[in-house]
């Protein structure tokens, strides 16, 4: 499984160490310089990539043509949905999943902006606080379907 | 026309004047209230605090019945989203998103986005002033080393000569001259004034000593 994840923060750093874990493909690209030289002692180099990945030189550089599976995980949603753009509509990527972090942009994200599927992480995460304090909160107070679009 | 304008800065602010005193229907969003004080007090358009891509902004400036959308915030990949919004989930007819960066413009191009790229065009005139500013090809003629028709604008080295002087039997040949609003063809006696517009047929070998009669470029 050939899978290039976007963003090198909490999220998608703990992605890839698990994919890479269970003997997957993975290319992990970070724009932050500072953060790249971190990313450095927990990945190895040859998964990781320093650049912008809106910009469609370095997609082209990391082999998007052949990826599979883009995972869209930075904490700015205009540069998870850019890079979903670009790789469901220029490149033709297979499938993009992107990670939604401000609810309110959640309805941008989907199939006409290049998103096959997005995950909401504060919808999911409040959701299951709810579901925790008591079992109903959850369905109580919250819309169906709002969490991930699949 | 209805046009919104995302990201009041010198660019928005500016368009947004424009489109303003030439009578269109104007609204401006940016996410800081204070970026409105650029408008000046006789802005009659409509100011929205909210960022490019919230749907409520963009409803509450009347994205649903605008004609156009510029999106100019300093941001290339927010105006990206937000032209793209425009144009695929409100259909809004023209959508134009200021670009820093190049490289994207072409691509984004191909998604159906047009970019304005303010460095790129600040780059690209600057080299037309350094060597075309007042010679500009027009047509060319011919693949590979034909023709050139420029259009010349009258030098002070021109100035007071004759038109019939520029011409070099089968290397360059005054076409048409442009004085006062009026176009004249083969006035070859006519004295070359000030403001002047010349026509020039030239050999593409030869344009380089058009440049020297006309005073823009020594000679070597």
């Known amino acids: ?150 | 026309m209805k046009i919104i304008v995302v990201g009041c800065g010198r660019m928005g602010s500016g368009l947004a004047r424009a489109l303003d005193r030439t009578n269109h229907d104007v609204a401006v969003i940016d996410r800081d209230e204070s970026a409105f004080e650029s408008l000046g007090s006789n802005f009659r358009g409509l100011t929205i605090k909210g960022i490019g891509f919230d749907r409520n902004a963009l409803i509450k400036a009347g994205i649903e019945r605008s004609d156009g959308l510029a999106a100019c915030t300093s941001s290339d990949d927010a105006n990206t989203v937000t032209a793209r919004i425009a144009r695929e989930m409100f259909r809004v007819p023209t959508v134009v998103a200021r670009l820093y960066d190049p490289d994207k413009a072409d691509v984004y191009r191909r998604l159906g986005i047009q970019t304005i790229g303010s460095i790129s065009w600040a780059v690209k005139r600057a080299l037309e002033i350094f060597s075309y500013s007042k010679l500009d090809v027009v047509e060319s003629l011919g693949s590979g080393g034909g023709v050139e028709i420029l259009h010349v604008a009258a030098t002070a080295a021109l100035v007071g000569h004759k038109l019939s002087e520029l011409n070099i039997p089968g290397e360059i040949k005054v076409v048409a001259l442009e004085r006062s609003g009026k176009t004249a063809i083969g006035a070859e006696e006519l004295t070359i004034e000030s403001g002047d517009q010349l026509y020039v047929a030239a050999h593409a070998s030869s344009v380089g000593q058009l440049r020297a009669l006309m005073g823009i470029e020594r000679v070597r």
């Open chain 1, 1 to 150: 499984m050939n899978t290039l994840i976007i963003g090198g923060g909490k999220v998608g750093v703990y992605l890839a160490q698990h994919l890479l874990d269970h003997g997957h493909e993975v290319t992990l690209i970070e724009s932050r310089p500072e953060r790249f030289e971190k990313l450095r002692g927990d990945i190895d180099d040859k998964h990781l990539i320093c650049g912008d990945a809106a910009d469609p030189l370095v997609l082209e550089r990391v082999g998007i043509r052949s990826v599979e599976h883009l995972v869209c995980a930075t904490g700015s949603d205009e540069t998870n949905l850019i890079v979903a753009m670009l790789a469901k509509m220029e490149y033709g990527v297979r499938q993009v999943v992107a990670r939604v972090n401000n609810p309110k942009n959640a309805w941008l994200f989907t199939p006409v902006m290049g998103v096959d599927s997005a995950v909401n992480q504060a919808d999911l995460t409040a959701r299951m606080l709810a579901t925790q304090m008591d079992p109903l909160l959850g369905g109580e107070i919250f819309e169906e379907d709002a969490t991930c679009s699949l």
